[in-house]
Structures are given as structure tokens and as C-alpha cells.
Nanobody, 123 residues
Framework: QVQLVESGGGLVQAGDSLTLSCAASGRTFSVYDVGWFRQAPGKEREFVGHITWTGGITAYSDSVKGRFTISKENAKNTVILQMNSLKPEDTAVYLC????????????????WGQGTQVTVSS
């Protein structure tokens, strides 16, 4: 099993930056990648991006590309989501998730999930 805990959410203004963390523990050696997702009220969960656990390869959704950056602090088993130029439409609960293998699409088959952290961007 892998346990994930997000932190760093809060209330910011449009144009501000915010950094989220996802601390992983447990059988992290089995992790293939960690993804970030978000879910706004009344909307489906949206894939934000991911980073492979060992190679550090990243990919992002078009809605955040160029504004959000995912990185990994190896010594701390922590994945960082740096969010710049935030917009009101970025308001959502942000969740990180991990999987041991990618069987299907880039945003499918995540097995382990954190509890989420709220990000609110005011206009």
C-alpha cells in the first residue's frame, strides 16, 4: 500500500502562485507515477498532470500547461505541484494519486489517493 497526504491549499487571488505538496509513504518503491487531479463543485474530476517516480518525466493537461509545474523531492518522497498565474477557474479540490503501473491512458488506473486539499482563487 501507498499512503498519500496533500498539503498547501488555501485562498489566493487571481494571478498569484501556490505550491501544493503530496507526501508519499509506505511501499513507494512500487510506485510508477504520481498524478495530480482536481475536482470543482458540480464538475467531473480532471487530470492535471503527472510525474514518473524514478525518471521524473512529466506531462500536463492543456488547461494548465505553461502555468503549473510538477516536480519531485526524492529525499522526502514528496511530489510538488507549483501553480503560477492562478485563475478563478482553477478553484477546486486538488488530489494526488499514485499507481504501480500504467495500463491504459495517462489519467487512468490510479490506485492510491490522498484526501485532497482545497484551492480557492478569487477574482
Amino acid at each position: 500500500q501507498v499512503q498519500l497526504v496533500e498539503s498547501g491549499g488555501g485562498l489566493v487571488q487571481a494571478g498569484d502562485s501556490l505550491t501544493l505538496s503530496c507526501a508519499a509513504s509506505g511501499r513507494t518503491f512500487s510506485v510508477y507515477d504520481v498524478g495530480w487531479f482536481r475536482q470543482a463543485p458540480g464538475k467531473e474530476r480532471e487530470f492535471v498532470g503527472h510525474i514518473t517516480w524514478t525518471g521524473g518525466i512529466t506531462a500536463y493537461s492543456d488547461s494548465v500547461k505553461g502555468r503549473f509545474t510538477i516536480s519531485k523531492e526524492n529525499a522526502k518522497n514528496t511530489v510538488i505541484l507549483q501553480m503560477n498565474s492562478l485563475k478563478p477557474e482553477d478553484t477546486a479540490v486538488y488530489l494526488c494519486a499514485a499507481r504501480r503501473r500504467m495500463l491504459g491512458g495517462i489519467s487512468n488506473d490510479y490506485e492510491f489517493w490522498g484526501q485532497g486539499t482545497q484551492v480557492t482563487v478569487s477574482s
